[in-house]
């Protein structure tokens, strides 16, 4: 059972992250895939907003220079990727390749979020 879910981003939480962000979004291609999916500048997107009480869980945001020990080590340089809380410890549910693909479409980033927690809870219960 899923008790929270982490978005790692591909950013991170420093005045230099800062200003390479917002030198990203002047060219107009973000270098975090999660990150346009989730916000419009550096505000969170209502769509996204809804997909979160949609799922139903808790969500937390984490930049890749702020991981604890076990995020960094389920994470394993793979950003930006979607992690989750389990009784057992953490588990990916999302990675690079599945977000990037994802070309900005919320609604399919959420079917495959779905997707991914229907299928780890299957794996759980088994």
């Given at each position: 059972?899923?008790?929270?879910?982490?978005?790692?981003?591909?950013?991170?939480?420093?005045?230099?992250?800062?200003?390479?962000?917002?030198?990203?979004?002047?060219?107009?291609?973000?270098?975090?895939?999660?990150?346009?999916?989730?916000?419009?500048?550096?505000?969170?997107?209502?769509?996204?907003?809804?997909?979160?009480?949609?799922?139903?869980?808790?969500?937390?945001?984490?930049?890749?220079?702020?991981?604890?020990?076990?995020?960094?080590?389920?994470?394993?340089?793979?950003?930006?990727?979607?992690?989750?809380?389990?009784?057992?410890?953490?588990?990916?549910?999302?990675?690079?390749?599945?977000?990037?693909?994802?070309?900005?479409?919320?609604?399919?980033?959420?079917?495959?979020l779905r997707q991914a927690i229907d299928r780890s809870q299957d794996?759980?219960?088994?």
């Amino acid at each position: 059972m899923i008790e929270r879910l982490y978005l790692v981003w591909n950013a991170e939480l420093s005045l230099t992250g800062g200003l390479a962000y917002v030198a990203s979004r002047l060219r107009g291609k973000d270098e975090c895939a999660l990150c346009e999916l989730t916000y419009a500048g550096i505000t969170e997107k209502p769509e996204f907003k809804q997909c979160k009480q949609d799922i139903g869980l808790p969500f937390e945001g984490v930049y890749r220079n702020r991981m604890d020990v076990e995020q960094a080590a389920v994470a394993a340089d793979d950003f930006p990727c979607v992690l989750a809380s389990t009784p057992t410890g953490l588990i990916k549910l999302l990675g690079r390749a599945e977000i990037e693909t994802c070309d900005g479409d919320l609604d399919l980033f959420a079917d495959r979020l779905r997707q991914a927690i229907d299928r780890s809870q299957d794996s759980t219960s088994l």
